[in-house]
């Protein structure tokens, strides 16, 4: 087997004092070496270095494809670093990686905090919004942020979330001769000058709750004309569809798109179809809201037209104008073993379901919910319209 030809070198702001010998040697053989500005001065490669563009592209390393080659990257390569980014492009015999200690790994040994409790975020190229669903009372963050006026506005993100009173530490080019960590209350952070790389930690000790990790969030939370899938249903229609990391789904009719943002706090990625124009614009308020701006995907027109262009999901959701044609168009673009589910309130639509329940096996239910109201100066039950779900794999 052939020796590989791309070194992955993970590198600290102590330069070369910090790489191991074999690091070293593989960047000493290297006859090319990409990276950032500053890290191919930390690396003293002179002639040798060739500077990523912004934004990252990886065609100039891929051209001089087989050379040797070194690749360096802040720390731990492929913990929201460059390694990950590159070799989705090689085999595995093609590269070699040494990876330093992460910024987050550092950050946790100056503030004394267990790794394994602390939620780490790459925001670089992120929108800050992402931070969004672990602002919660209790919860350790670490986030590595692009430049000094990104860390500012995650400061103030947090801050505006009501988490004021919370401690944060501005961590500064860590493990290197310049660092310097500064800590400060989050409604009162004073940073005039602030040298990247550059890490924002937040003890969230003092805040609101946040938002529940149950399926169901409050409908008050959403952005809606009245066309949501309500809480109840929306945590009956979640369990339905089983949401795993990683998958992806479709739903047509989006509404006001809270299923699907439900299904992304679960880890997925969502395509949310909506012919109206207004509500597409409400799915997308809901999506930077929940901090979900680059995984929930909007698609503004006829469920029936945009199927065609959707990369093919893991589950679908109809939560209105599903018909026979909108069944075939599912089950021809999908293929074998996505999870459909259907939510009706309609006896034409309930019809339907009963039909394909028959020829397509599944599970229907009928939901049917009441809430106590006032009536008078008592209390009596207000039943709202019975909703019939279908849900079956394909």
Known sequence: ????????????????????????????????????????????????????????????????????????????????????????????????????????????????????NVQCLGLHAAPLSTVRPWLRRGQRLVCLVRDAEALRALVALASAQGFGDASGWALERLGGPLERVRAFRLAAANLPELQAPLALAMDLHQGPPGLPASSGLPDELFVHDGQITKSTIRALTLRALAPRPGERLWDLGAGSGSISVEWCLAGGCAHAVEQQAERADNIRHNAEQFGLSNRLHVQTGNSLECLSALPRPDAVFVGGGFDRAIFDAIATSTGRGVRLVVNSVTLQTESLLQELLVRHGGELLQVAIAQAQPLGRMLSWQPSRPVVQWSVRL
């Open 1 to 116: 087997m052939a020796e590989p030809w791309l070194s992955i070198i993970g590198l600290g702001e102590d330069g070369l004092a910090g790489l191991s010998d074999i690091s070293r040697a593989a960047l000493a053989s290297a006859h090319h070496v990409f990276g950032a500005p500053r890290h191919l001065a930390l690396a003293q490669v002179n002639d040798r270095g060739t500077t990523w563009d912004v934004p990252f592209d990886l065609q100039p390393l891929l051209a001089l494809r087989g050379q040797p080659m070194a690749l360096l990257a802040s720390g731990d390569p492929f913990w929201f670093g460059a390694g990950g980014s590159v070799c989705q492009y090689l085999q595995t015999d093609e590269w070699i990686a040494y990876p330093a200690p992460s910024t987050f790994s550092r950050a946790a040994a100056k503030l004394g905090w267990r790794l394994e």
